[in-house]
């Protein structure tokens, strides 16, 4: 499985500091953005805010945005973005998805489709094999530190069964207790918040997951 870092943070002194924990250990990391209305926190980070900082990595964006076209051309624009997430729940209608999918993949960045713990599987039949990755959320979104969903890893399985080439990734409520129970169940990508952040030896908190 790919471990992917992700820095979930409400401003850019928040997000330097969370940033510069995870940077020497990865090459890539997701970048949470929210807009307080999809979720209730909200992000006051724009794309120029973290340009500098993060020039030396690929990033993908995971948007937990109600406005998902508007933050797409927002973000879409950093040169080192190489994908994009964004929710179902907040643009279910078919159409609208296949037509941001072919927008995304017209510049060659990739496209991931998140799903909240409560949101059917079979919701997303008709638009999945559009997507590269389908982020199953172990926790609900916008805040790191949540209790993993039980029905996590039978949600995983499924995917897996039904969907053999496209990637699966999890996103939320990860530790040294469920890892190994992910990994068995298909999961090709961990997306790692909280666990990475209150580590106070990362290199050694990836070894215990391995």
């Known amino acids: 499985m790919k471990i992917v870092p992700s820095v979930l943070a409400k401003n850019k002194k928040s997000f330097l500091q969370e940033w510069r924990k ?16 999809f979720v209730k926190n909200k992000s006051n980070i724009k794309p120029h805010d973290i340009k500098k900082i993060t020039a030396q990595h690929n990033l993908e964006i995971h948007l937990m945005v ?8 927002l973000w ?36 991931g489709l998140a799903i909240n713990p409560e949101t059917p599987l079979n919701k997303v039949d008709k638009v999945a094999k559009y997507f ?21 890893l ?3 399985k499924k995917l897996r069964k039904k969907y053999t080439k496209i990637k699966i990734a999890i996103d939320g409520g990860m530790d040294e207790k469920n890892f190994q129970k992910i990994k068995k169940a298909g ?3 961990v997306i790692l918040g909280h666990y990475l952040q209150e580590s106070k030896n990362i290199k050694k908190s990836l070894n215990n997951l391995k």
């Open 187 to 189: 999961a090709d990508i």
């Open 132 to 152: 590269d990755t389908i982020q199953i959320m172990g926790v609900n979104p916008g805040a790191q530190g949540r209790k993993f969903h039980a029905n996590s």
């Open 66 to 73: 109600k406005e998902v076209a508007k933050y797409i051309v």
């Open 154 to 156: 039978a949600r995983i």
């Open 22 to 37: 995870v940077a020497p250990f990865f090459d890539y990391a997701q970048v949470d953005i929210m807009d307080g209305k």
């Open 76 to 111: 879409e624009k950093l040169n080192n973005v190489k994908k994009i997430i964004w929710h179902y729940e907040a643009l279910p209608d078919p159409n609208s998805i296949i037509c941001l999918n072919d927008y995304l993949k017209k510049k060659k960045i990739k496209t």
